[in-house]
C-alpha cells in the first residue's frame, strides 16, 4: 500500500522533554509539509521540504526542528523551547511540478499532550 | 489581511438543501487550488481540485474566479455524510516557491 505515515498516534511528554514525531512516505513525492492544528483552527504550516537536505521554516517555525536525510522521511522535534507544543500534529506530502504544489496526501496524525 | 480567508460557519442546513462555500485569497499570483474535507479528529482529504474552468464532481461543484480572487464549492441534495469541515487550500508565491496555505475551514452540519 502506498501512503503516508505517522507515530506514535497519540503522544504525552512531560513539560521541558523534546519530543520527534515520525513521518514517512512511500509515494516517491518530493515534497513533505509539517502543520499544527489547535482545535477549530485551520492548518499551520511549521517546516516544509521540498528537496532531500533542504527545508524551508513555515509560519511558526519556532520551538521545532527537522531534518531531511532521506526522500522518504521528514522527523519533526518538537522542543522545549516551544511555548505551547499541545496540539495536532499533521504531516503531508505532494508532487512539485514546475514549481507548482500538487495534491497532498496527509498522514493520520499526531496528537501531542504536554503535561 | 490573512492569506487565505473562510467564513468559519457552521452552516446548518436540512437534507437537501444546496449549499454553497466561498474562500478568497490575497495573493494575485496564487495557483493551485484545492478543496479538502476533514473530519472530526482526522486528516484533511482531497475533495476536489479547483480549475478556471470549474470542475465538477457529482453533487459538488468548485469554481475559480481570478479577478476577484476567490474560489467556490456548490454542495447539492446534502447528505448527512457531508458534515464535516471543508477546507480551502491556496499556494501564494513566496520566495520563489509556491507554498500550499490552508484556510481555517468552513463547518457544515447537515440535519435530517
Known amino acids: 500500500d502506498g501512503g503516508i505515515t505517522q507515530s506514535p498516534k497519540y503522544l504525552f511528554r512531560k513539560e521541558g522533554q523534546n519530543v520527534t514525531l515520525s513521518c514517512e512516505q512511500n509515494l516517491n513525492h518530493d515534497a513533505m509539509y509539517w502543520y499544527r492544528q489547535d482545535p477549530g483552527q485551520g492548518l499551520r504550516l511549521i517546516y516544509y521540504?521540498?528537496?532531500?537536505?533542504?527545508?524551508q521554516k513555515g509560519d511558526i517555525a519556532e520551538g521545532y526542528s527537522v531534518s531531511r536525510e532521506k526522500k522518504e522521511s521528514f522527523p519533526l522535534t518538537v522542543t522545549s523551547a516551544q511555548k505551547n507544543p499541545t496540539a495536532f500534529y499533521l504531516c503531508a506530502s505532494s508532487r512539485v511540478e514546475r514549481g507548482l504544489t500538487d495534491t497532498q496526501y496527509f498522514g493520520p496524525g499526531t496528537r501531542l499532550t504536554v503535561l | 489581511r490573512k492569506e487565505v480567508e473562510q467564513d468559519p460557519g457552521p452552516f446548518n442546513v436540512p437534507e437537501g438543501a444546496t449549499v454553497a462555500f466561498n474562500c478568497t485569497y490575497s495573493?494575485?499570483?496564487?495557483?493551485?487550488f484545492f478543496w479538502y474535507r476533514q473530519d472530526c479528529r482526522k486528516e484533511p482529504k482531497l475533495l476536489m481540485s479547483?480549475?478556471?474552468s470549474g470542475n465538477e464532481d457529482g453533487r459538488f461543484t468548485a469554481q475559480l474566479n481570478r479577478a476577484s480572487q476567490y474560489i467556490s464549492l456548490l454542495i447539492r441534495d446534502s447528505k448527512l455524510s457531508d458534515s464535516a469541515t471543508y477546507l480551502c487550500?491556496?499556494?501564494?508565491?513566496?520566495?520563489?516557491?509556491?507554498?500550499?496555505?490552508f484556510g481555517r475551514g468552513t463547518s457544515l452540519i447537515v440535519h435530517p
Open positions: 495573493n494575485s499570483a496564487s495557483q493551485s
Open positions: 479547483v480549475y478556471s
Open positions: 487550500v491556496v499556494s501564494p508565491l513566496a520566495g520563489g516557491s509556491y507554498i500550499p496555505t
Open positions: 521540504s521540498q528537496i532531500v537536505n533542504d527545508f
